[in-house]
């Protein structure tokens, strides 16, 4: 080969080479900057999501698990506040509300019956126990005239006896000595004689009989009347207390059943009462004015949209209504940003829909337990931004960025996040000294996103290389 192409092969080799490596290597940009102090704000930056601040839940008022829809009104159709938007069945509640309705009669007239029967056994009672107390009194009576009355008077009775019959003795005795005297002298018959003395004999037989009487009366008939006596009363006071045992007894039994049948009725009161509430709430009314959506419930071991025919249970949400009139922004805030953040801070917030337009807002809350979603990589706290000044342009779903002041910064000395170099988990700068970069380690405060705070390490006026390696 001839010695001036092989010069000018080479030569478009090193040409080739030069211009490959010239626009495939990136040349480092550097640049100096004289420290300064600085004012700035301290933000959080998140992405979030336009939501109504209420939705009002369309729950089931129905305490039955016999509710089932029969008609829904259209998913995503403007209603008003009390418009029906669903209905139930209506028949089982008219039954139970004829069931409840009989009840209530059933159990008034029970109460009705009882009391009548209650009032009929407190007037027998009063009769048993008047009729009682008449022979308890009855008995207090002839006891009291067996001690004091009839008895003593029958004991006089046979003393005074006695005293007759000693009387007739002595007349007898007289006499008979009379016609002893006479018969002696002959002037009376021995027949005579002896009939006077029979007289005698009887009246002292008269008299003995009369004794004998009294004494049996003390001994024991008079024992016997007075104890008669006190088992009439004794039997009058227990059949006095039997009867008002007895009457106890039957009031207290009309009465737990009066008791019974008026609990009875309160039941079937309140049985009616909710039969009525669920034949009203059969129909569902929307509780505020808005776009009706429906809500996945359980149905079948699955979750999907409520339909006709769905058994909806009491307090269960099955359709909702946004509340568009006031609006709020959620987004979801990350772990390490979490602490830094108090319901209260100011936030900026830009609509992608509205890229011209900013909107200022507050921070209202802040949640308290984290939650890790399959799209995150990190667990996040979900938050809550309201905007200061709404705007009609505003959507229910737009996308925003929102910018959340935490911390304002005041007269520090900071520098560019791209000027601070980590090594070893140390911060360093490049520090231009006599014309040439010196690796100056320092010490950071707060991060912002385009300026960092350094609390030591550098001065204001200090000369600082960016980029330098």
């Known amino acids: 080969m001839p010695l001036f192409l092989a010069s000018l092969l080479v030569a478009l080799a090193a040409f080739a080479a030069a211009s490959y490596w010239t626009q495939n290597t990136v040349q480092p940009t550097v640049s100096t900057l004289t420290v300064q102090r600085h004012s700035f704000t301290l933000q959080i930056h998140e992405r979030g999501t336009v939501r109504p601040a209420r939705v009002a839940p369309v729950k089931s008022l129905i305490s039955s698990n016999q509710a089932k829809l029969v008609w829904m009104h259209e998913e995503g159709q403007m209603v008003k506040r009390g418009q029906i938007v669903a209905r139930f069945d209506t028949k089982p509640f008219n039954d139970a509300l004829i069931t409840a309705e009989q009840s209530v009669i059933d159990s008034r007239t029970r109460i009705n019956a009882t009391e009548k029967a209650l009032q009929l056994q407190r007037e027998d009672n009063t009769a048993k126990l008047e009729a009682a107390n008449r022979k308890r009194e009855i008995a207090l009576i002839k006891s009291q005239d067996l001690r004091e009355g009839t008895g003593a008077l029958e004991r006089q009775r046979r003393t005074l006896a006695i005293d007759q019959a000693q009387r007739s003795v002595r007349i007898a005795m007289a006499e008979l000595a009379d016609f002893d005297e006479l018969f002696t002298q002959g002037h009376v018959s021995q027949r005579e004689r002896d009939k006077v003395a029979d007289v005698a004999q009887q009246m002292r037989e008269q008299l003995a009989m009369t004794r004998a009487e009294l004494d049996n ?253």
Request: charge should be negative.
């Open 217 to 469: 009366f003390d001994r024991y008939e008079r024992p016997r009347l007075t104890r008669e006596a006190e088992l009439l009363v004794d039997a009058a006071e227990t059949e006095v207390a039997r009867v008002r045992r007895v009457a106890g007894l039957e009031l207290n039994r009309w009465e737990s059943e009066l008791l019974k049948h008026r609990r009875d009725l309160r039941v079937a009161e309140q049985q009616l009462a909710k039969a009525r509430r669920n034949l009203e709430n059969c129909d569902v009314r929307a509780p505020i004015d808005g776009i009706l959506f429906y809500v996945e419930v359980p149905q079948q071991r699955q979750r999907r949209k409520a339909q006709t025919g769905d058994a909806i249970w009491i307090g269960q949400t099955f359709m909702e209504i946004p509340d568009t009139s006031e609006l709020k922004i959620e987004l979801r805030v990350r772990e390490v940003d979490i602490a830094r953040l108090a319901p209260g801070m100011p936030a900026r917030v830009e609509f992608d829909a509205l890229p011209d337009r900013g909107f200022s807002g507050t921070l209202r809350s802040v949640g308290s337990l984290a939650e890790r979603r399959a799209e995150d990589s990190v667990q996040r706290y979900n938050a809550e931004v309201r905007i200061s000044d709404p705007s009609p342009d505003l959507r229910v779903g737009m996308s925003a960025n929102i910018q959340i002041a935490y911390k304002d910064l005041h007269d520090v000395i900071a520098v560019p996040v791209s000027a601070i170099e980590y090594r070893d988990g140390d911060a360093w700068v490049q520090r231009q000294e006599s014309g040439r970069a010196v690796p100056t380690k320092v010490t950071l405060g707060d991060v912002g996103l385009e300026l960092v705070e350094v609390t030591a390490g550098l001065s204001a006026g200090d000369r600082i290389v960016i980029g330098a390696q």
